[in-house]
């Protein structure tokens, strides 16, 4: 239900957005020179073109947007001020969103550049089959306005906010509403260099989300969702035709009943002069729980997911960060709650990784020798991938993984090097420290009475602590450490005993059996 309800919002806020972005597809005005009937008209109807191409692009072939009278334009001095009346956004069996007035006003500029504002109205109607509505949209508040660049087709600045937004189904009120959003955000700020690369920011700001579906289906709350991304040396020129290319492939069916053959020539040429440049991507997410009745079924204090990249270099440098806390599932059917990780974090760096000339290399095989285009991906990745790995000996750094259950911790940091000369392609090395391990065994040791499942568990924890090393952690807790080695002969040891000892030993112990914990 929830769902059914969320995609017609989220629908009909696109096409706002799609209204002003057809505002620059006509030759532009100088910034100087004043508008007429003439000029004001041609560009609403290149507004109204666009906005037909994007929803059967984006939402189906037979949608359309449908108008209570025909949308006006009023040359203002430089300006021009279009009316909408009564927009529509209609699929093909008459479902979607109705709004009231929508008005907006279009400046030219210099550079092939439209300054817009728009003012939304607070409410629509979200119809069902036929037309009939289904539920009510409002929102107290609005702002909508950015800059839109004609030559690339493209929004480069925007900044909109929609205010206490509420979905309402009939016989509900605004308090009892099935969906509630406090706030919703974005804030877009690209500006172009001398060398025609891009820089600048994007950020999406949603707070205090509250569904609350009918019949006593799961609720769901978000105090806060955030996204952001900065990038520093983007070719948007390149990236928006590499996009066209991508949304040109529409599904298509030979005579025959199979698809048609794949030329990706024309985005291989693309990717080779494309420049990503560098930058970094987050999204973050604080207090979130699902209840259904009395019982919470999830929970999830923050959430952190972060990554950076530099492809200025060659090869790149790559970097992913991930860290929640306080993660609660019920019903979950993953043991014990003491094995559960409710509290982590991973960070891990990817150094000398040839991203690009590896993608370059796998896309030629689609102009191959037929021998070329039989191999499959493990083949592939042997053939091409891995020597590019060889040659820059790519490392991946684990500098940190972090696992915390209410019994026990695992702390894990190390490295793992592309060497072409080492038995197993690859040299590296890593330590392991477990705390509350005799804690895990003590658990595990009580489940097994039950759960024939859990004695391989226990006999697995077992063996682990014979190998591992006890020590003393500066917070005075016992730990066992394991240091793990990948030589460049290939044969792994843990704590200086080989891999394949402890593997031999581990299976006399389970042969034998485990003498119970006191």
């Given at each position: 239900?929830?769902?059914?309800?969320l995609r017609?919002?989220?629908?009909?806020?696109?096409c706002?957005?799609?209204?002003?972005?057809?505002?620059?597809?006509?030759?532009?005005?100088?910034?100087?020179?004043?508008?007429?009937?003439?000029?004001?008209?041609a560009?609403?109807?290149d507004?109204l073109n666009?906005?037909?191409e994007?929803?059967?692009?984006t939402?189906?072939?037979?949608?359309k947007?449908?108008?209570a009278?025909?949308a006006?334009?009023?040359?203002r001095g430089?300006k021009?001020?279009?009316?909408?009346p009564?927009p529509?956004?209609?699929g093909t069996?008459?479902?979607?969103?109705?709004?009231?007035?929508?008005?907006?006003?279009?400046?030219p500029?210099?550079?092939?550049?439209?300054?817009?504002?728009?003012?939304?109205?607070?409410?629509a109607?979200?119809?069902g089959?036929g037309?009939?509505?289904?539920?009510e949209l409002?929102?107290?508040?609005?702002?909508l306005?950015?800059?839109?660049r004609?030559?690339?087709?493209?929004?480069t600045?925007l900044?909109g906010?929609?205010?206490?937004?509420?979905?309402?189904?009939?016989g509900?009120?605004s308090?009892?509403?099935?969906i509630?959003?406090?706030?919703?955000k974005?804030?877009?700020d690209l500006?172009?260099a001398a060398?025609g690369?891009?820089n600048?920011?994007?950020?999406?700001?949603m707070k205090?989300l509250?569904l609350a579906?009918p019949?006593?289906?799961?609720?769901?709350?978000?105090?806060?969702?955030?996204?952001?991304?900065?990038?520093n040396g983007?070719?948007?020129?390149?990236?928006?035709?590499?996009?066209?290319?991508a949304?040109?492939?529409?599904?298509?069916?030979?005579?025959d009943?199979?698809?048609?053959?794949?030329?990706?020539?024309?985005?291989i040429?693309i990717?080779k002069?494309?420049?990503?440049?560098?930058?970094?991507s987050s999204l973050?997410?604080?207090?979130m729980?699902?209840?259904?009745?009395?019982?919470?079924?999830f929970?999830?204090n923050?959430?952190?997911?972060g990554?950076e990249?530099?492809?200025?270099?060659?090869p790149g440098?790559y970097?992913?960060k991930?860290?929640?806390q306080?993660?609660?599932?019920a019903?979950l059917?993953?043991?014990?709650?003491?094995?559960?990780?409710?509290?982590?974090?991973?960070?891990?760096?990817?150094?000398?990784?040839?991203?690009?000339?590896?993608?370059?290399t796998?896309?030629?095989?689609?102009?191959a020798?037929?021998?070329?285009?039989?191999?499959?991906?493990n083949?592939?990745?042997?053939?091409?991938?891995?020597?590019?790995?060889?040659?820059n000996?790519t490392?991946?750094?684990?500098?940190e993984?972090?696992?915390?259950?209410?019994?026990?911790?695992?702390?894990?940091n190390?490295?793992l090097?592309?060497?072409?000369k080492?038995?197993?392609?690859?040299?590296?090395?890593?330590?392991?420290?477990?705390?509350?391990?005799?804690?895990?065994m003590?658990t595990a040791?009580?489940?097994?009475?039950q759960?024939?499942s859990?004695?391989?568990?226990?006999a697995?924890?077992?063996?682990?602590?014979?190998?591992?090393?006890?020590?003393?952690?500066?917070?005075?807790?016992l730990?066992h450490?394991?240091e793990?080695?990948l030589?460049?002969?290939?044969?792994?040891?843990?704590?200086?005993?080989?891999l394949?000892?402890?593997?031999n030993?581990?299976?006399?112990?389970?042969?034998?059996?485990?003498e119970?914990?006191?």
């Amino acid at each position: 239900m929830t769902q059914t309800l969320l995609r017609p919002v989220v629908i009909g806020l696109a096409c706002s957005l799609a209204i002003i972005c057809a505002i620059g597809l006509i030759t532009p005005a100088r910034a100087d020179t004043e508008q007429n009937d003439a000029s004001a008209n041609a560009l609403l109807n290149d507004v109204l073109n666009y906005v037909a191409e994007w929803l059967e692009q984006t939402i189906g072939t037979g949608s359309k947007i449908e108008l209570a009278s025909d949308a006006r334009a009023e040359p203002r001095g430089y300006k021009v001020q279009m009316l909408f009346p009564n927009p529509a956004i209609l699929g093909t069996i008459g479902n979607g969103l109705r709004m009231n007035d929508i008005n907006a006003t279009v400046i030219p500029e210099e550079n092939n550049e439209f300054t817009f504002s728009v003012n939304l109205p607070n409410g629509a109607e979200i119809l069902g089959a036929g037309g009939a509505p289904e539920a009510e949209l409002t929102w107290a508040d609005s702002n909508l306005s950015g800059l839109w660049r004609a030559d690339l087709e493209s929004t480069t600045v925007l900044h909109g906010a929609l205010y206490d937004l509420r979905v309402t189904n009939p016989g509900q009120t605004s308090r009892s509403a099935a969906i509630r959003l406090g706030s919703l955000k974005v804030d877009q700020d690209l500006n172009e260099a001398a060398d025609g690369l891009w820089n600048g920011s994007m950020i999406l700001v949603m707070k205090n989300l509250d569904l609350a579906p009918p019949k006593n289906e799961a609720s769901v709350f978000l105090r806060e969702f955030s996204t952001q991304h900065r990038a520093n040396g983007l070719d948007l020129k390149a990236w928006l035709t590499l996009s066209e290319w991508a949304n040109s492939l529409a599904p298509t069916v030979m005579a025959d009943g199979s698809a048609p053959p794949l030329n990706i020539g024309e985005a291989i040429q693309i990717i080779k002069e494309l420049n990503i440049g560098a930058g970094d991507s987050s999204l973050t997410i604080h207090d979130m729980h699902s209840e259904q009745g009395d019982e919470r079924l999830f929970s999830l204090n923050e959430l952190a997911l972060g990554f950076e990249y530099d492809n200025n270099l060659r090869p790149g440098g790559y970097r992913l960060k991930l860290a929640w806390q306080e993660l609660d599932i019920a019903n979950l059917g993953l043991g014990p709650s003491e094995f559960f990780p409710h509290t982590g974090s991973l960070d891990l760096g990817l150094e000398r990784f040839p991203a690009r000339q590896i993608f370059l290399t796998m896309s030629s095989l689609a102009e191959a020798s037929e021998n070329l285009k039989k191999l499959d991906g493990n083949q592939a990745v042997q053939l091409f991938a891995l020597p590019l790995l060889h040659a820059n000996r790519t490392t991946i750094n684990i500098e940190e993984l972090i696992l915390e259950s209410s019994a026990a911790s695992i702390h894990v940091n190390g490295k793992l090097t592309a060497e072409a000369k080492s038995a197993m392609g690859a040299i590296g090395e890593a330590r392991v420290e477990i705390a509350g391990l005799d804690d895990l065994m003590a658990t595990a040791a009580r489940e097994a009475l039950q759960n024939e499942s859990m004695q391989g568990v226990l006999a697995f924890l077992a063996i682990a602590k014979g190998f591992g090393r006890p020590e003393i952690a500066s917070d005075n807790a016992l730990v066992h450490v394991f240091e793990v080695l990948l030589p460049p002969n290939g044969r792994i040891t843990i704590n200086e005993i080989p891999l394949d000892l402890i593997m031999n030993s581990g299976q006399a112990q389970l042969k034998g059996g485990l003498e119970p914990l006191s």
